[in-house]
């Protein structure tokens, strides 16, 4: 028997933990049992911007990076984070999964740093809740004070919000109070968190999402293990992505019905004018692009593969629907 | 020399925090006024937070303002007293080398990789680091000597003044 | 090697270690640091010392470097900052003057108006050590200054202190609703009527204690008129003012309430230098003490951060809750197992490390068991609070400890504690007893 241990930041609650313990049952299941991983939830070993180091170095033996903490070192998982258009959790996270798996100088750049890929999450699409405020077109957005997530809340800057540093747990308060007018987030966690309670509207931004985070593995730990152990890994990193999908997609139309059943105004953000914000990200995009250029990558090509794997999982869903329908 | 370099020091931390606290009253003032903000106040008041609280760590312990639990203790002979006092300097300076291991390794990686936090000015992660790794040195240099004046102490034959200082009474010694 | 073995070694070599007066911080720091080697060096099975050094390291500095690289814990220092600075700018002294006049008839009164002013502080932070390092910088002198008993007069400010985590805001309750995914605000409004009966609890110990011991408390027998009652409470618009910005700015939507100490700070600065009862000099000497003061304990809590890491690789906590699991005890009997594991732990790891290395097991129990979430949230956060003030790592303590110096040793404040502690007790039999005392604020929203 192979005992692992696990680093996770977050609690053992909600649509991604799920999608967690599904890998962790998963890789026991493909493995007959033979590998069993101890995960240490709630940042207990490892806060999550020490993950790089902290999986590297064998605090954990793999564990959940958070992109974001990482722009240097993560720089090509960044991709996932890009204000780009798609809003699907499950095409997003599929995308992602094979880019980086199958991408030779990102498979390097991590050996560099002793990691090793195994699977992806998503925090899925990014929206925005207002109270006393309601946002149909940019021109809503000049003088709103904004608590926002990396580069959708720059956009938004750049169309004259007011971003306020605050936590999306303190956002409650924020709102309630009047020091925020918005909150950018996902629709999951508004109802987590009971944000309907203070929300008049919520914007479905009909954009991109939060894609950068998943688990990564020490390379030596990895390395050391059976050729049949690593696939078990790879297969159960795959299927944590169909996991989270489901529970995630599901999640996200159930507090958009209790936003409803709570009188908080649904709007779909016009397509013209979620085009304005895609045009204005487009700085984030190319910025990126240098980054990864710094960093020895091609980034354009790789971003010309991103966007070729989100067409190409678009369609296997309109084809064949959700793993989970079929 | 050293005690000076310690108050040099103290006089960075203090700047620290009055750095951290005129950041924020600035960014809330700019928010409520016209509508404005720092860039990246968030990062820039972590790094100073780093500076505020490591940087004093010498002169803290120059000043045996760790605290100790002595109910047991100071019910022993004098003599075994001074030993404990040595004893537990020198766990601190054991204590210390794991830290300044790593923080020693976390400062040429982070300067050599050019790691940097997200944000709108990209802010380098080094400087704070190399301030933890400053900081946590120069408490482990007082550590030492103090360990050699302490064990000088006792040979001579003399006893350990080891009752730590309240922070006014501290002050008024470093005036 | 059984990390449970391990784990258990150490909390026996921390204990003994303090015993013989080996500072807390180092005591934490080397302790946590022998034992994760210990575990990392035999996670293959034999032992493999050098294979053990880059994860100890690497664990150690990131868990101490990431506490203090924060900025919501920013907010320490500067209340800190805030109780230094109102001090020299003859802020806080006024406040006791009036205190004195207004209660000069009520035995202990000053150290009563200490933990209301607790309570009122409660309000405006989310942490129990921001409280107490502001309340033990403003509150422990002056009644020193007054001829308290020492035990009475710093051991009413720790438990106080302690007040900052039960009632809202509360960065403790945050946790634990992302633990449990239960609504934040809920948790707030049942915090609310805990912490009043907690309040009143300590209020009821300084009356007694006052009334069994009569010099514990010396009554300023000075003739009193009205009118210099009044002056007393004008002369104290300073600080009221700034209590008003503080609470308008936060509940006003101005500011949040790490912002809030910033703030505050500013605003004593500009009513020192205005009233010139505050020079340049006297500002940068209460910076100055602000360092000293937060460095030794933040030094204290990034080492217990350490140390929390260490004992969630020792595996101890999900073997205490899989022996209560499986025993499978009665709902009462559960919930006093689940006090005595809360009561052991706080004795040696800080709120915020115990939550996370319990509460992924602990709830799903306690769900089964069909226990109110947001009430097993307000009991678990009072055992929690009662950690910061039990021996021998209590960072509350320490804090008031840092503020009096060599004028008043640890264990006469432990030895204060006490009777706090009896108190806190039997609120928490209270809340145990009658959820409804948590839940009739949120049921009624
Ligand atoms: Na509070
Ligand atoms: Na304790």
Redesign the pocket.
Known sequence: EIRLILGEPGPNRGARAAAMQHFVDEVSARTDGEVVIDVQWGGALFKANAAVGAIADGVADLGTIIGVYFPQEMVAYGIADLPLVNADSWVGMRATDALIRNSEPIQASLANQNLVYLGTFTTSEVNIGCKDAAIRSVEDIEGLKVRGVGAYGDTFRDYGANMVPMSIYDAYQGLDTGLLDCSQGYSYAVGALRQEEVMTSYTLLNWGQVGALGIFMNKDVYDGLSPDIQTALAEAGVSMADKLGELITADNEAAIEKMRGAGVEIIALDTAERDKLVERGETYVTEWIAQAGGAGLDGQALLDSYNDLLVKYAEERDAQGYPWTR | MLKRFEQFLLDLAAAAVAGLCLLITVSVVLRATVNSGIPDTVVLVAELMVAAITLPLAAATLARAHIVIELLAQNLPRRVQDWLVVLGSVIGLLALLPLLYAGWHEVSKTFASGSYYFGQLNLPKWPGRLIFLVGLGFCWLRLLIMVVGDLRTILRGDHIDASGGSTKEMMAEQE | MDGTVVGLVAFASVIGLLAIRVPIAFTLALVAALGSFVIYAFRTGDFTPWRALRPTSSMVFSNSFDLIHSYDLSMIPLFVALGHIAYRADITTRIYHAARVWLTHVPGGVAMASVVGCGG????????IA?ASTMGRICTPEMLRMGYDKRLATASVAAGGT?????????LFIIYGIFTETSISALFLA?ILP?LISLLGFLLVIWIWVWRDPDAAPVYDQKVTMGDRMRAALDAWPAIALFVIIVGGIYGGIFT?TEAAAICVSAAVLIGFAQRTLTLRALWESLRETCIQTASIFFIAAAAKIFVAFIALTGVAPAIVGAVTEAQLSPAVLLLAIAVIYLLLGMFLDPIGIMVLTLPLMIPLVEGYGFDLIWFGVVVIKLLEIGLITPPVGLNVFVIANVVGREVPIDRIFAGILRFLTIDVLVLILIMSFPIISLLIPGSM
């Open positions: 502080f409660s309000a405006i932070t989310g942490s129990s409280c007040l900052g985590s039960l009632i809202p805001p509360s960065v915090g912490g309430a």
